[in-house]
Structures are given as structure tokens and as C-alpha cells.
């Protein structure tokens, strides 16, 4: 019998093994992955029918095999086999042990993504839809698509033995930057031509339209997205993968791990190299790492990321970096650990600009970046809280130590090779800036903070108050800035909303509050293509103009609700009836309504067009579908206007056989 797989198969590679029945073929010293066949008790030849059970070894390379049989004289095909990887194998570099992380981590075709920001975390639910039709095909042809495979088909086909291999190969195809990549990415606001990223609730449809069109990348994702459709890959592929949102998360472009913004005299952001995202998502995946240590001390999750940021040994892509070595400030481990670890562990420095362009430090931020670092806990809809394995407490002597750990081993040469555009002199004197630690003086007398009266939904007024508060036995003349904008959840400013400035007199003891309105109309225009405004400040005391504060506040803005109602029973291939009820919020009439529908095992995505609502009036949809598998499943809507887009519900529905 002969496995083989690829257009150049070979023993010595893996690629192609030679065994029998019974297995009197003795493997070649060279051969790389050797099969093995069992006959089953009482099945043989004279009987005229065989019963085989063909066994590929932990270690052979994934993708379509043709297994052939030479009996005598006669040769036949006997089957087309798809190997993938298998986390229920001790001996596979997947395994894992637990049976109800391979259940989530593998089997789950749903999930929940979270965006927002660290103090409004909003989940999202997401359908994998891993075991749709064709995804095989689909997710195999992803690695027939790299540019490892153009440059080397053999080499690159021997290598899928290997998931720390596919994981980076997969990480690359995920986006564009990758001759047929999957998604475009589009952080401009200006997504004609294509889907606004927040459109997308699957990954079957992202990538069956890119399979169906010949490898025509799908236009627009951004980071969830492309981790959200990386999850449903490597889950196929038998590599247990989760997806992860990391808030405040820091883009340090010359791993530097400390993140400059800068900020005008009237409070408004500056546009820099460097920025703290909102949130970021990536994946993790959990694999041994042999590669680094032999003792298992880095096997476990690890952070892949697919989002093209930075290169990596030449090519976009980010990971696999282990989990363990990020805790730890391991920099000088592969791959790309610096990066990761700047991601959630960067200091933040903020600087005001000033009208001759000198610059001023305002603030600086050690506990910032690297909050709330979000998964879907195993066997429910919770958010679980992974910071703890990510970094130690904030503000604990470890944790200090490791970022200067981390830092040193960055500043000495001993980072991971290929991260040359790390600026040497910036991190020596950050280095030297934690060494000397010395005791900073006193904290500013001024105590500053934002409050919300109640969390801000889209389409009404948005109420905040900026509240102040002094230490001092004497009365303060305060200049105050405070600038609206609208942000990209990237960090960077979509436009200037409003700006007010006031002068106050703040007295000693005294709580001041200065109420903040800002008008749907106002911001309305911002908010199509945006869900998140700053709110900043900054104060200057008039009595000595060199005192100047900063704070700055993120509001994540809610959709307004949706209700689903359904009232038959599911059962495979019974059609069941769905009710999806809307209430228009704003004195405007909303335009070019749509409805799109999707869920895995319910119903093919479908859009539907509806009526024009009018204000203040109701609308109810009535529509149809026939679930085609049983389980638990969940309904996807998502709901398109003139003023709103993609406002998201969803509902679980138990489908019987």
C-alpha cells in the first residue's frame, strides 16, 4: 500500500509512506513517516472483501493523501484520505489532554468575540462554521496558496507535519499583504467597493466567497475579523485555537515598549507612529514548542496573530509566541515575542504639544496597556479573564522586574534576531529611566475624572460630566479644555466631534462638576462608520501655567435593541418561523433597511430588503428558515440602515434531529 500526498511525495520527507498487509515491508532507514495497516480479525483476501484499519503516524504532514493498493499484479486507488492534525493523539504536537477544552478548542462552532473598550466590553457573537461544506478543501487550499509553497511545494508540503509551521503560514494568508490572501484590511472608514468590517458575523461566508472567486481576496476586515476566520481554519486543521481580545492594547513600531500620543493645547489627540489600540484580537493555539525548550516549559497556548502589523523574518506574520515566555519577558524567544509582549505591557508617555512646537510630558502610564484580556469561557457565553497569564499584577514588584528584564534583554542584543528596526538609543534610556527609579515628586493637587449619568446608546444625546477636585487650602483659576472626538477603536482620530473651553474656579474642598452635552446631531455623522468618541482635557492652572493635566475618557457607544422571538421548535429540515422587532430611536426616517440572516446548521446568509421606518415606529419581520443539522445552534441577524450600521443580535435555537 502506498500514502502520499503533495506533487512531489517522498519517503525521506515524509510525504509518501510504503507499508503492508501484513506489514513484511521493512521502512526505509530514511523514511520520514511511515503508515501502518491492520486487518481485521477474519477479513482476508479469499473471503473477497478487506476490512483495513489504516493508521497515519502523530507526525505526517496534513493535507489530501491518494492511498493506493497493489495486490499481486493488480493496483488500485482505493480511497482520497484528508489528514489533519489530532489533539486527541498523546503523541501529536496538539494534543490536548482535557476533553472539554478539545470540545470548545476544536468541536465548538460558535463563539463570542469581544470589542469595545476595557470599561465597556461588548460581546459579539461569532460563527465559526468550521464543518461546513467544502471547508477541507477550503483550508487545505490556503496552504496550496502560500508563498512557502511557490518558493519550495516539496519542502513546504513536508513541513505540514508541523503546526507551529501551518500556524505562520496561515497567519500570513489571513490578509492581503499575501499574494491571494483571504481579507483586505480597511481601517480608513471608507469601505466602498466592499463590507464595512463590523458587517461580517461568519467566517463560512468569507471564505467560501474567496474559494468561489478563484482567491479574489474579500474586502474589508479588521482584526477580529481576520483572527475570527484564522479560529475556524486552525480548528479544521485539528489545532485547538481560541480567540482572544487584548484591551489597551499598545503598537509599538520600534519596540521600544513605550508608547509616545500627543495631544494640542485644546485637548485633541495628534496622529502618531505609535498608538493604543481600544482592543486588539488575535488567536490562541495551543501546541507543544520542542523548538525552544525541551522541558515542555513553553508548550501550551500560543499567541498567533494575523493582522498585518510588523514583519516577521520577512514576510507579515506574528507567532506562534508562547503564552508562558510573554508572562515571563522571554524577548529573545521565537516567534516574535517582543512584539506581544510591548502589546500588552508598554509604558505610556503622554506629551502636550505646545503653539511654538516644544514639547511637554504630561503624563506617564505604567499600568495602562494590557487589560482585560478576554476569551469565551469553555461550555458557556462568559467572558473569561486571561490578564493573569499574559503579565503579573500591575504594580507588583514582578511585574516591574520582568519589563526590565524584558527591556534589558531587548537593549542587550538578545531579542529575537530579525527585529533590526528596534531603535537601540530609545531603549537604553528607557532602561536607564527604570534602573534609576527614583521617588517622582508629589502627585498634581488636582483630581480629575469623567462620569457617565448612564451607558451612551447611538442615536441619543450623549451626557458625560468632567469632575474636579483639589487637594490645596487656596482657590485655583483652571483653564479647561475639553475636546469630542470620534475615534477609530485603532486609536486614531475619524474626526474633531466638538471642542469647549471654560474657565473655572475651583475652591478648596470643593467637588466641581461640569456637565458635557453632546447632541446626536452633533456626532451623528461621525458614528455611521464609528462606535467610539475621547472625551479629554486638558487643565491648565492660570496662577502658574507650566501646572498642566491630563485625563482622558473612552466611550464605547451601545447599539440600539433588537428582539428576536421564535415560537416553533426546531427540528431538522422542518421550516421554522422567526420574528425580528425594531424601534426606530430618532426624529429621522431611516433609509435602505436591510436584514441579513446567517447561522451554521440554520440557514444560508440571506439579505433581506425592507420598507423605510418612519420616527418613532415599529418594525416587525417575519421570516423562515430550515435548519439543516441538530444541536444547539445560534441565529445570527444583523440589521443595516441609513443611519445605523450593523447592529447585531443573536439567539441560541436547539435543533432537534
Same mark, same amino acid.
Given at each position: 500500500?502506498?500514502?502520499?500526498?503533495?506533487?512531489?511525495?517522498?519517503?525521506?520527507?515524509?510525504?509518501?509512506?510504503?507499508?503492508?498487509?501484513?506489514?513484511?515491508?521493512?521502512?526505509?532507514?530514511?523514511?520520514?513517516?511511515?503508515?501502518?495497516?491492520?486487518?481485521?480479525?477474519?477479513?482476508?483476501?479469499?473471503?473477497?472483501?478487506?476490512?483495513?484499519?489504516?493508521?497515519?503516524?502523530?507526525?505526517?504532514?496534513?493535507?489530501?493523501?491518494?492511498?493506493?493498493?497493489?495486490?499481486?499484479?493488480?493496483?488500485?486507488?482505493?480511497?482520497?484520505?484528508?489528514?489533519?492534525?489530532?489533539?486527541?493523539?498523546?503523541?501529536?504536537?496538539?494534543?490536548?489532554?482535557?476533553?472539554?477544552?478539545?470540545?470548545?478548542?476544536?468541536?465548538?462552532?460558535?463563539?463570542?468575540?469581544?470589542?469595545?473598550?476595557?470599561?465597556?466590553?461588548?460581546?459579539?457573537?461569532?460563527?465559526?462554521?468550521?464543518?461546513?461544506?467544502?471547508?477541507?478543501?477550503?483550508?487545505?487550499?490556503?496552504?496550496?496558496?502560500?508563498?512557502?509553497?511557490?518558493?519550495?511545494?516539496?519542502?513546504?508540503?513536508?513541513?505540514?507535519?508541523?503546526?507551529?509551521?501551518?500556524?505562520?503560514?496561515?497567519?500570513?494568508?489571513?490578509?492581503?499583504?499575501?499574494?491571494?490572501?483571504?481579507?483586505?484590511?480597511?481601517?480608513?472608514?471608507?469601505?466602498?467597493?466592499?463590507?464595512?468590517?463590523?458587517?461580517?458575523?461568519?467566517?463560512?461566508?468569507?471564505?467560501?466567497?474567496?474559494?468561489?472567486?478563484?482567491?479574489?481576496?474579500?474586502?474589508?476586515?479588521?482584526?477580529?475579523?481576520?483572527?475570527?476566520?484564522?479560529?475556524?481554519?486552525?480548528?479544521?486543521?485539528?489545532?485547538?485555537?481560541?480567540?482572544?481580545?487584548?484591551?489597551?492594547?499598545?503598537?509599538?513600531?520600534?519596540?521600544?515598549?513605550?508608547?509616545?500620543?500627543?495631544?494640542?493645547?485644546?485637548?485633541?489627540?495628534?496622529?502618531?507612529?505609535?498608538?493604543?489600540?481600544?482592543?486588539?484580537?488575535?488567536?490562541?493555539?495551543?501546541?507543544?514548542?520542542?523548538?525552544?525548550?525541551?522541558?515542555?516549559?513553553?508548550?501550551?497556548?500560543?499567541?498567533?496573530?494575523?493582522?498585518?502589523?510588523?514583519?516577521?523574518?520577512?514576510?507579515?506574520?506574528?507567532?506562534?509566541?508562547?503564552?508562558?515566555?510573554?508572562?515571563?519577558?522571554?524577548?529573545?524567544?521565537?516567534?516574535?515575542?517582543?512584539?506581544?509582549?510591548?502589546?500588552?505591557?508598554?509604558?505610556?508617555?503622554?506629551?502636550?504639544?505646545?503653539?511654538?512646537?516644544?514639547?511637554?510630558?504630561?503624563?506617564?502610564?505604567?499600568?495602562?496597556?494590557?487589560?482585560?484580556?478576554?476569551?469565551?469561557?469553555?461550555?458557556?457565553?462568559?467572558?473569561?479573564?486571561?490578564?493573569?497569564?499574559?503579565?503579573?499584577?500591575?504594580?507588583?514588584?514582578?511585574?516591574?522586574?520582568?519589563?526590565?528584564?524584558?527591556?534589558?534583554?531587548?537593549?542587550?542584543?538578545?531579542?529575537?534576531?530579525?527585529?533590526?528596526?528596534?531603535?537601540?538609543?530609545?531603549?537604553?534610556?528607557?532602561?536607564?529611566?527604570?534602573?534609576?527609579?527614583?521617588?517622582?515628586?508629589?502627585?498634581?493637587?488636582?483630581?480629575?475624572?469623567?462620569?457617565?449619568?448612564?451607558?451612551?446608546?447611538?442615536?441619543?444625546?450623549?451626557?458625560?460630566?468632567?469632575?474636579?477636585?483639589?487637594?490645596?487650602?487656596?482657590?485655583?483659576?483652571?483653564?479647561?479644555?475639553?475636546?469630542?472626538?470620534?475615534?477609530?477603536? %485603532?486609536?486614531?482620530?475619524? =474626526?474633531?466631534?466638538? +471642542? #469647549?473651553? $471654560?474657565?473655572? @474656579? !475651583?475652591?478648596?474642598?470643593?467637588?466641581?462638576?461640569?456637565?458635557?452635552?453632546?447632541?446626536?446631531?452633533?456626532?451623528?455623522?461621525?458614528?455611521?462608520?464609528?462606535?467610539?468618541?475621547?472625551?479629554?482635557?486638558?487643565?491648565?492652572?492660570?496662577?502658574?501655567?507650566?501646572?498642566?493635566?491630563?485625563?482622558?475618557?473612552?466611550?464605547?457607544?451601545?447599539?440600539?435593541?433588537?428582539?428576536?422571538?421564535?415560537?416553533?421548535?426546531?427540528?431538522?429540515?422542518?421550516?421554522?418561523?422567526?420574528?425580528?422587532?425594531?424601534?426606530?430611536?430618532?426624529?429621522?426616517?431611516?433609509?435602505?433597511? %436591510?436584514?441579513?440572516?446567517? =447561522?451554521?446548521?440554520? +440557514? #444560508?446568509? $440571506?439579505?433581506? @430588503? !425592507?420598507?423605510?421606518?418612519?420616527?418613532?415606529?415599529?418594525?416587525?419581520?417575519?421570516?423562515?428558515?430550515?435548519?439543516?443539522?441538530?444541536?444547539?445552534?445560534?441565529?445570527?441577524?444583523?440589521?443595516?440602515?441609513?443611519?445605523?450600521?450593523?447592529?447585531?443580535?443573536?439567539?441560541?435555537?436547539?435543533?432537534?434531529?
Amino acid at each position: 500500500m502506498t500514502a502520499e500526498t503533495g506533487n512531489y511525495p517522498s519517503e525521506t520527507r515524509g510525504t509518501m509512506s510504503r507499508f503492508g498487509v501484513p506489514n513484511k515491508i521493512p521502512a526505509s532507514a530514511s523514511s520520514k513517516a511511515v503508515w501502518k495497516a491492520e486487518l481485521k480479525k477474519g477479513s482476508s483476501p479469499e473471503t473477497g472483501s478487506l476490512t483495513l484499519t489504516i493508521k497515519p503516524p502523530a507526525d505526517a504532514p496534513i493535507g489530501e493523501y491518494k492511498l493506493s493498493a497493489k495486490h499481486k499484479e493488480e493496483k488500485q486507488v482505493l480511497a482520497n484520505l484528508s489528514v489533519l492534525f489530532n489533539p486527541w493523539c498523546s503523541d501529536d504536537w496538539v494534543f490536548q489532554p482535557v476533553d472539554a477544552q478539545r470540545q470548545e478548542y476544536v468541536m465548538n462552532e460558535h463563539g463570542v468575540i469581544y470589542r469595545g473598550n476595557n470599561s465597556q466590553i461588548s460581546p459579539c457573537q461569532w460563527d465559526f462554521a468550521q464543518f461546513e461544506e467544502n471547508m477541507v478543501k477550503i483550508c487545505l487550499k490556503i496552504l496550496d496558496l502560500s508563498v512557502k509553497y511557490k518558493r519550495d511545494p516539496a519542502g513546504d508540503v513536508s513541513a505540514r507535519c508541523n503546526p507551529i509551521y501551518v500556524g505562520r503560514i496561515i497567519t500570513n494568508m489571513i490578509h492581503n499583504e499575501s499574494t491571494f490572501g483571504i481579507l483586505e484590511g480597511n481601517w480608513s472608514g471608507n469601505y466602498r467597493g466592499g463590507m464595512n468590517p463590523a458587517y461580517w458575523s461568519n467566517s463560512y461566508t468569507i471564505l467560501k466567497q474567496w474559494y468561489d472567486t478563484y482567491y479574489k481576496t474579500v474586502k474589508y476586515g479588521q482584526c477580529w475579523v481576520f483572527a475570527s476566520v484564522m479560529c475556524s481554519v486552525m480548528r479544521l486543521l485539528g489545532i485547538p485555537c481560541r480567540v482572544v481580545t487584548n484591551f489597551e492594547s499598545a503598537h509599538d513600531t520600534d519596540s521600544s515598549l513605550t508608547i509616545d500620543t500627543y495631544f494640542t493645547d485644546c485637548g485633541r489627540a495628534k496622529p502618531s507612529g505609535d498608538s493604543v489600540w481600544n482592543f486588539h484580537v488575535w488567536v490562541e493555539a495551543w501546541m507543544r514548542r520542542p523548538d525552544i525548550a525541551n522541558n515542555g516549559k513553553y508548550d501550551g497556548w500560543q499567541v498567533l496573530d494575523p493582522t498585518p502589523q510588523e514583519k516577521s523574518e520577512g514576510m507579515f506574520c506574528c507567532g506562534p509566541a508562547p503564552v508562558a515566555a510573554i508572562l515571563n519577558g522571554d524577548t529573545r524567544l521565537k516567534y516574535d515575542v517582543p512584539f506581544v509582549f510591548a502589546e500588552v505591557n508598554a509604558d505610556c508617555v503622554s506629551w502636550l504639544i505646545k503653539e511654538d512646537g516644544s514639547k511637554m510630558k504630561l503624563l506617564s502610564d505604567t499600568k495602562k496597556v494590557g487589560q482585560c484580556i478576554s476569551t469565551k469561557a469553555i461550555g458557556s457565553n462568559k467572558r473569561m479573564d486571561l490578564t493573569d497569564t499574559y503579565k503579573y499584577r500591575e504594580g507588583s514588584e514582578k511585574e516591574r522586574a520582568v519589563f526590565v528584564y524584558a527591556l534589558s534583554s531587548l537593549t542587550n542584543g538578545a531579542g529575537e534576531e530579525g527585529n533590526g528596526h528596534m531603535r537601540s538609543t530609545r531603549r537604553m534610556g528607557a532602561v536607564d529611566d527604570m534602573k534609576n527609579d527614583k521617588p517622582s515628586a508629589p502627585p498634581p493637587q488636582l483630581h480629575i475624572r469623567f462620569e457617565e449619568d448612564s451607558r451612551p446608546v447611538i442615536g441619543e444625546d450623549v451626557k458625560l460630566k468632567l469632575v474636579l477636585s483639589s487637594d490645596s487650602t487656596v482657590t485655583r483659576l483652571l483653564s479647561v479644555n475639553i475636546s469630542v472626538q470620534a475615534m477609530r477603536y %485603532t486609536g486614531h482620530p475619524a =474626526g474633531n466631534i466638538q +471642542t #469647549e473651553v $471654560t474657565e473655572q @474656579k !475651583l475652591l478648596p474642598g470643593e467637588v466641581l462638576s461640569i456637565p458635557i452635552l453632546v447632541p446626536f446631531l452633533t456626532y451623528q455623522k461621525y458614528m455611521v462608520q464609528c462606535r467610539n468618541m475621547t472625551f479629554s482635557t486638558i487643565i491648565t492652572d492660570l496662577q502658574n501655567k507650566e501646572n498642566r493635566y491630563l485625563a482622558e475618557r473612552h466611550i464605547n457607544l451601545m447599539d440600539p435593541p433588537i428582539s428576536i422571538n421564535v415560537t416553533d421548535e426546531g427540528r431538522v429540515n422542518q421550516p421554522m418561523t422567526v420574528e425580528m422587532v425594531f424601534m426606530n430611536p430618532v426624529e429621522d426616517t431611516l433609509r435602505n433597511c %436591510t436584514l441579513t440572516v446567517s =447561522g451554521s446548521g440554520l +440557514t #444560508e446568509e $440571506t439579505t433581506i @430588503k !425592507l420598507q423605510d421606518l418612519q420616527q418613532g415606529r415599529r418594525l416587525r419581520v417575519q421570516f423562515t428558515i430550515v435548519p439543516y443539522r441538530s444541536g444547539e445552534r445560534t441565529l445570527l441577524l444583523d440589521f443595516d440602515c441609513s443611519l445605523f450600521r450593523d447592529i447585531k443580535k443573536s439567539c441560541s435555537i436547539c435543533v432537534q434531529a
